[in-house]
């Protein structure tokens, strides 16, 4: 049996965790059956249950069926205990949604950017507004998904909101409220809507891509967001895939060749340069699925990639392509996703 070491608090929050994603995954189970499936003591369960129920995170919802000896109490997660709020921003509109910590949607609402305020005005004017249909005390985590790169909580190679380059968000939002705020990456939450519709038990690894007026990527390794070093991994934008030198604050390499093929039309010239990307992210990951989200192509357009990648690599070695709409709605559920995941996610604990 594994030994771990850890202090007695975190222990505590540890079997917190266990308890409560037990009681998430079966609603209505009883402490024996979490005990069972967990593997804790029933004494332990016993403690941490009463603990949550008093911090309102769970419910007793009733009385299990008779099957003989003592009725046991039944226990659900409290949906209601908080909200997530989360905003996705694309071009000048801001995605809204509030849910319950269970992601049930309780308010969705699509803002326009006020020419006269600034980007952070704007975005502070928009949780304002937002947060007063409800009790803001009660909210767990606020995220934003921003079109640029985070690295500890500041924003880098954003230029569609370049007000917003080096800034440190979280502290931004932070000031005003006393709860948990993430900063993710646009992409990184469009890939998270995105694993819920295209990923199953035989696609476990998957390559987001997504093109509009630039480029984006993300990466999912064993169904999770693969989060690198610097938070560069998938800025596919400056992929090295000719003679190229960039200047400062110039697009990367991959981003120029877009621009010119939009510029002139060129589709032919897109689905050239998709071709190259998706052979380099095969080389490098081997992936289950490839995803490509985008309006400039279409899922008649698939063979015609099929066949510039053959140019390269063998067929055996290209995974299924998929042509996939770019969705707000689904981006944003990404974010939400992922909020959700930091108020599940559990104390790291390290083996002796």
């Given amino acids: 049996m594994d030994t771990y070491v850890g202090k007695p608090q975190t222990i505590k929050k540890v079997n917190e965790n266990i308890v409560l994603n037990a009681i998430a995954s079966s609603p209505g189970v009883s402490q024996v059956q979490i005990a069972d499936s967990t593997g804790l003591s029933l004494q332990t369960v016993n403690k941490v249950v009463r603990s949550l129920e008093e911090k309102g995170s769970v419910i007793c919802t009733g009385i299990s069926t008779y099957t003989g000896g003592r009725r046991a109490r039944v226990y659900e997660v409290n949906e209601n205990k908080g909200y997530i709020v989360c905003i996705y921003i694309q071009g000048d509109q801001f995605h809204c949604k509030i849910t319950n910590i269970m992601e049930k949607e309780i308010i ?98 998957m390559a987001y891509i997504s093109i509009l007026d630039h480029i984006g990527s993300a990466i999912i390794i064993n169904r999770k967001l693969y989060n690198s070093c610097n938070s560069f991994a998938g800025e596919l934008a400056y992929m090295a895939l000719g003679e190229y030198n960039r200047k400062p604050n110039q697009c990367g390499c991959a981003d120029a060749i877009l621009a010119q093929a939009l510029e002139t039309g060129n589709k032919d010239g897109i689905i050239t340069l998709v071709a190259r990307l998706l052979v380099n992210i095969c080389c490098v990951m081997d992936p289950d699925l490839m995803v490509v989200a985008t309006p400039h192509l279409s899922k008649d357009d698939i063979p015609k990639i099929q066949s510039e990648i053959s140019n390269y690599i063998h067929s055996d070695y290209v995974p299924a392509i998929i042509i996939d709409d770019v969705i707000a709605e689904k981006n944003l559920d990404g974010i939400i996703s992922l909020c959700r995941n930091k108020i599940e996610a559990a104390v790291q604990i390290i083996k002796a």
Avoid at 116 to 142: F, H, P, Q, Y
Wanted: hydrophobic residues 35%; charged residues 25%; negative net charge.
């Fill in 108 to 205: 969705s609402q699509i803002y326009h950017r006020n020419q006269d305020l600034d980007w952070s005005g704007n975005l502070l004017k928009v949780l304002e507004t937002m947060t007063r249909k409800i009790d803001a005390e009660r909210i767990e985590i606020i995220g934003i998904a921003v079109p640029g790169t985070v690295t500890n909580n500041r924003i880098y190679n954003i230029p569609a909101i370049p007000e917003w380059e080096g800034m440190d968000l979280k502290d931004l939002i932070s000031r005003k409220y006393p709860c948990r705020v993430w900063i993710e990456n646009d992409i990184k939450s469009a890939t998270m809507g995105a694993c819920s519709q295209f990923l199953h038990e035989n696609n476990q690894n």
